[in-house]
């Protein structure tokens, strides 16, 4: 096979590996949006605050240390241990709990029947509380997240591709976990609405709120259920990304990404959120390797152009809504006077 | 007596289809220009020009554009940074183009720039609406700052990425460039707000606002009683980029000089000028200025709190920062999603009736 082919399949495979963490993102912001009708700018920033708690919990940082040293002039840094990583994950989604619970009490609870619009503000606020919030917990230096994730390129991969086509694929090790978790996770959430009690309600409130409430569902306590979940997914989506590229403030603008990825796929549609992310990821890097690279784009338009994996993403869901505005999988919109 | 409609007789039509029919609100007004235009330019220095004064003129300039578009029109955008690029970047190509042309013609010019930019990107409007239609001018944003960022003609090929303003002169005061005077920054931004708000308040009482509204409230409806909806929203997007690109032309020329556009005009900005409208009050003029001025003032005041009062760390202080200005617009929101407007009007209503409440 000619070389050009083989970096294009290359930068498919990785394009799909990258797609595979948008959709984790994209993920939360679905179950949300389904079950309250909230569109939750806040779910990158989640990932973000949940990261940050990991690894804080971790090392055994001490929270708030640094408004501590500044009030009271101490010099605070570590408890000195070093939990386990599974030991801190679970503790982890237990904060991420007892943080859907309060948003549900402060916020939510408050902000019943507002228009769509002001929810979504309120989201934003709340991305910026969690946000300092986390920073004035944790610090904002950049940290490594080390949970015990196979991470570098894959050597098997590698080996074998080379041997079939005399060139090697480079796939992070990460990316291969990362698209395991991902197919767990949406097995187990599928499982999880389809087959429990709280999973039927879950869908009945998504359906329509004033029939779910008129059956004895407690809204409520849905919405504590689900913001909980989007905080698990958070979570798993911000150790994926955070032992990717360390955990930074970065992370929370792959909210922003996972945006595309949900208009492509419909805001209400857990497969689509999947498929998005993945046309989103694969797109993006290919447009990126056929626009920079001197053999393709400069023979075919004598110029090229790089670092448009910034705006393509959002471009291609603009252009693709013009024609079908209810995304892929989402449902149609019908509307009357 | 305070506030009151009572003993005020209007005769002709005009008098009775003006914009502050109540004489004390009239009276506010006037006293608001004089001390604006009269009192405050002989105190300012360059601190409070720039902190303060500054940014609250360029902001509500900006807010009033995009309180046309999404609280007049109901189009919610995300794209605010990227159209006051627009505005910037036309301004700067001008200004280097035309030195001798005075730079409020510019300015207006990078304003009908800004303003066709946006009529382009508010095309999908007509099929795609509610949030999708606000991730889609997303695609505004990232797109015009990459391409600003990475096309050199745009920045005229300066080895550093940026954009510097010229020194230009208008009437014999500079107007731009380091010898500027505060006084003469803040008058001639001054003087832009008060057309702007000006031509939005009377532009959204009249036909034009009147179908932006309809649209707004219902587009199906808005249509069937016969408000063209490609005019309607072309025509919102149209005046709320001229006025966003008009601010972007002032941010970068006349406050900021030099300017990167990752760095001026990120999406942070977006939110900003959003967050703006809302909490003043979507669909009021007045409540953008209140918003303007509500998140250009809280920063200013908190960090002097906490840094100047209280001795904290200046990183410290922003991460404080960002979450007292989060939980506020949450608490906003929860208090009164109408935002500052609606306050104000709640006050209007009471001061009517004071005394004597029953």
């Known amino acids: ?337 | 007596m305070l506030y009151r409609e009572a003993g005020d007789f209007k005769t002709t039509y005009g008098e009775d289809s003006q914009t502050f029919p109540i004489r004390f609100d009239r009276m506010g007004y006037y006293v608001t220009l004089l001390v604006a235009f009269g009192v405050v330019p002989l105190v300012i220095n360059d601190y409070w020009a720039s902190a303060v004064f500054l940014p609250f003129l360029i902001y509500a300039i900006a807010a009033i554009g995009l309180n046309i578009l999404v609280g007049y029109a109901g189009q919610v955008s995300l794209g605010t940074g990227g159209f006051m690029a627009v505005g910037a970047y036309a301004v700067y190509k001008l200004m280097t183009s035309f030195p001798d042309v005075p730079i409020l013609i510019h300015v207006l010019l990078a304003g009908f720039v800004t303003a066709a930019v946006g009529v382009l990107f508010g095309l999908p409007s007509l099929r795609i609406k509610g949030f999708y239609l606000a991730v889609a001018t997303l695609a505004a944003q990232f797109f015009l700052v990459w391409l600003f960022n990475k096309a050199p003609w745009f920045y005229n090929y300066s080895a550093s990425g940026q954009i510097t303003v010229p020194q230009s002169k208008m009437l014999g005061f500079y107007i731009t460039g380091p010898q500027t005077s505060a006084t003469a920054k803040y008058l001639f931004c001054l003087i832009i707000l008060v057309g702007v708000a000006v031509v939005a308040r009377n532009l959204t009482r009249g036909t034009v606002g009147r179908k932006w509204m309809a649209i707004r409230d219902m587009d199906i409806a808005a249509e069937i009683i016969g408000v063209n909806p490609l005019n309607a929203k072309l025509t919102a997007f149209a005046v709320s980029s001229f006025f966003i690109g008009i601010a972007g032309a002032l941010f970068f020329a006349v406050y900021l000089g030099a300017a990167e556009v990752t760095e001026a005009f990120n999406i942070q900005k977006s939110f900003l000028i959003l967050f703006m409208v809302i909490i003043g009050g979507l669909g009021s003029i007045f409540g953008s200025f209140a918003g303007a001025a509500f998140l250009v003032l809280l920063p200013v005041f908190l960090k002097n709190v906490l840094v100047g009062q209280l001795g904290w760390p200046t990183d410290l202080a922003a991460h404080l920062e960002l979450m007292i200005v989060g939980a506020l617009i949450v608490a906003f929101l929860i208090a009164e999603p109408h935002g500052i407007a609606q306050l104000w009007r709640l006050a209007k209503e009471k001061l009517r009736l004071w005394p004597f409440p029953h």
């Open chain 1, 1 to 337: 096979m000619p070389d050009q082919v083989l970096y294009a399949i290359e930068v498919t495979l990785n394009g799909l590996m990258t797609g595979v963490m948008y959709s984790l993102v994209a993920l939360g912001f679905v179950l949300i949006f389904k079950a309250s009708g909230v569109f939750n700018y806040a779910q990158g920033v989640l990932a973000l605050f949940a990261a940050l708690t990991l690894v804080g919990l971790q090392n055994g940082q001490v929270p708030f240390a640094h408004v501590i040293n500044a009030t009271f002039g101490t010099n605070l840094s570590t408890f000195g241990w070093h939990l386990p990583a599974l030991l801190a994950i679970l503790l982890t989604a237990g904060i991420m709990v007892i943080l859907a619970i309060i948003i549900e009490r402060l916020v939510l609870k408050h902000l019943v029947s507002q228009a769509p619009i002001i929810l979504f503000m309120a989201t934003i606020g709340l991305a910026y509380f969690l946000e300092g919030l986390g920073d004035v917990m944790w610090g904002a230096d950049i940290k490594k997240l080390d949970v015990g994730l196979p991470q570098g390129i894959s050597d098997t991969i590698e080996r074998v591709t080379d041997g079939w086509f005399g060139y090697g694929f480079f796939i992070d090790n990460l990316d291969i976990v990362a698209t395991v978790v991902a197919v767990l996770l949406v097995a187990a959430l599928t499982i999880f609405s389809q087959y429990s009690k709280q999973g039927r309600a879950l869908r009945a409130v998504a359906d329509d709120h004033q029939a779910a409430l008129s059956v004895g569902i407690s809204l409520r306590f849905i919405w504590v259920l689900v913001w909980s979940i989007a905080g698990f997914v958070a979570l798993v989506a911000g150790i994926m990304w955070g032992t990717k590229s360390g955990v930074q403030f970065s992370l929370s603008l792959i909210a922003l990404k996972a945006l595309p990825v949900l208009m492509l796929g419909g805001f209400t549609s857990i497969p689509g959120a999947i498929i998005g992310g993945l046309i989103i990821g694969v797109g993006e890097k290919l447009f990126e390797f056929i626009m920079s690279s001197p053999d393709l784009a400069g023979a075919w338009f004598g110029f090229t152009i790089g670092a448009t994996e910034n705006w393509f993403a959002y471009v291609l869901a603009l252009l693709f809504l013009v024609f079908r505005p209810q995304g892929l999988f989402g449902e149609k919109i019908i509307e009357r006077v």
